[in-house]
């Protein structure tokens, strides 16, 4: 797999922010992100490249306006910096194959889910509702995660 340009992710469609973001470590207001009070069913894959990386079930509302996770999806291995550009160190999480800068992993999360806070930058990811992974070939994680939904195809009587 070859790292795309800037140039090469606009012309994927990716905005600015999404490529500050995942390939300049940036980070996108509290709040004002797309996916921070999203309670759909569904799997988060890396923006650039579309590997999956976290399942709703494993969602939690933080109280910090991003996207937070109890974990990364089971054989999901990211990528762990130890950052200090706030002048303190904190574990950055990066995607496995696109290297994509995702944010950061604290350990306050839900004691009885783990403790651990996988904070997102919803501009570092892209969401497949569950009745859409079929559609989007993730017909096989849909059935592992989510067995009684169905997808788009069969609920729209296409199948």
Not at 59 to 82: C, E, H, I, Q, Y
Request: aromatic share 10%; hydrophobic share 35%; net charge negative.
């Amino acid at each position: 797999w070859k790292r795309p340009s800037d140039t090469e992710l606009r012309k994927m469609g990716l905005s600015r922010r999404q490529i500050a973001v995942t390939r300049h470590d940036g980070t996108e207001p509290a709040f004002q992100n797309e996916y921070w009070d999203n309670h759909k069913a569904g799997i988060y894959l890396d923006a650039i490249s579309g590997e999956p990386l976290y399942c709703s079930l494993d969602k939690f509302d933080s109280g910090t306006g991003w996207p937070s996770f109890t974990r990364a999806l089971p054989g999901v291995v990211l990528t762990m910096n130890t950052d200090y550009h706030l002048g303190f160190a904190r574990t950055e999480m990066r995607s496995p194959i696109a290297d994509s800068h995702l944010g950061h992993i604290f350990p306050d999360g839900p004691e009885d889910r783990g403790g651990m806070r996988h904070c997102a930058n919803s501009a570092s990811l892209r969401f497949v509702a569950a009745e859409d992974m079929d559609a989007e070939g993730f017909s096989e994680l849909r059935e592992l995660l989510f067995q009684d939904i169905q997808p788009s195809d069969v609920r729209n009587g296409e199948l």
